[in-house]
């Protein structure tokens, strides 16, 4: 019945670059005084505000873009098109700012986040179920979208063009800022994550008073970090390894490494990678710590919190049995396999085609040839049962040269080897308007998003009629990813601690717009 049990235990025995890391939670939970939160939250953004992430249209269904963010507006754009029955991009190719780091820079894309939830209804988003907290590994999107959850980034992607600016962003300690340099912007990239429960977002402690329950997931490796910078009036910045390693070929990042480099306090504890985490796929301890605590402030029991952890390319793998249990669980038997590279996440189509996403950094590369090794796997037993024909009327590869160059040879090579048919979708490029795709054979084809957006607008027969799906319970979330991600080991005494110590601040209110 579960085709991919055997084979996902198989895949993750394959070495320890695909082991589950489990660590213990370390809080760090000191409370600041908050203010109250307003009674309605905006729908709109706020002023200036450069992440951005809107609603529009493309072949007539609901189409939600990125624009001056990351892999934190993917997914929750990802979420938001599966939710509403539409699609997704990942974000605008060029980065253009109009506002740069500040202290409330996370709420506000928060409070945004916040009323494009709420303009979405039905029965594929349940806002009194569970909320899911994550990175942006997409474990955690595809988590919530078969839970029929909201996602909430645990982290906001925000920049800087000065120290400042980024010191700003800490709001006196109540975030750690993860500050690095990344390829399309030459400046300071800083994942905003809370380090206590005043750094909480207040929209985000609002989705929680609604919520039955929580479900937080993150990948465990660790990170590279130099050390940390304080700065002046409170909170500090972990300085990763990306600043100095990049700041050769980048003329304003050179700039500001040679402001930070005195003072930068090299090997400090707090800095350290192992309770920080990878920068964009983890989630700190504290940050963690800091969610658990303001669920247990609203009064919730920690029973109805789970916490799903491990590896980066073992959380990958993970996805696929989850999406086979999804389906068995709506009496779908899978049809084929959707690849997903490089924060891809075309649900609703996967849901009328019946297909197990493969989501993956790179297909064709020795790190993550688990994906590939997964997909072989499981098209296997999938054309065994149906026929080669039938696969390839449900099976698309989205991918790009990104994480890996020779990711098109992988799919190519996946696709002949079970024979497909030469018509099963493959595009190659980023679904990063206006950037050009195409097909595997080279000719100019649309982005992912408008691809399938045609697709289901156009209500092909081969895809699934129109249903009632049901959601997954945590319990089956939790099984699904098992083993490749888990809950920690257990350290229920400095949960309860740290719950009691945040409850009086939560029940006054939490900083909001």
Known sequence: KMLLRQTTVAVVALGAAVASVLVFLKPS???APQRTPPATLSATAPPNLSWSLTAGASSGLPYFHCANAGTDCSGVAARLGGAAGGVSDTRELAIALSRRADSRYSNDVADLVAGLYASVTGPLLDPRGTVVVGSAHRAAVHAAETLHAQYLPGQTLAFADSVQQACNATAGGDNLVLTGCDYDYDGLWLWIKPARVSGVPGAHI??????SSLMVLRATTEGSY?????????????????IP?????HPKLQ???????PRVARNASRSDGTTLRQWEWGLP?????????????LGRSNASVTILEGEVVPGFLGVTPLWETYLDTNGVAPRGVQIESYWVAQTSLARRDGSLPIPTYAFWKPDFFPSYTLAVATLEAIVNRTSPAMVGQHTRA?????GSTTDPQGVEKLFGGQGLPRSTWGSVGLDCPPAVCH???????????????????????SLLPPRVWRPLAPKQVVKAFSPQWKPPAPSAPARANATVSAADSINEGHESS
């Open 29 to 31: 939970l000191d409370v």
């Open 226 to 242: 130099v050390g940390e910078y304080a700065c002046p009036g409170g909170g500090w910045l972990a300085i990763h390894s990306s």
């Open 398 to 402: 989205f991918i790009n040269t990104v």
């Open 206 to 211: 609002a989705a929680l008073r609604n919520a």
């Open 255 to 261: 700039a500001l490494w040679g402001v930070i480099e």
């Open 285 to 297: 301890d504290a940050t963690v710590a800091a969610y658990v605590a303001a669920w247990g402030a």
């Open 245 to 249: 390693e990049l700041a050769p070929s």
């Open 439 to 461: 097909s595997l054979a080279g000719e100019t084809v649309a982005e992912p998003h408008a691809y399938a957006a045609a697709l289901l607008a156009a209500k092909a027969g």
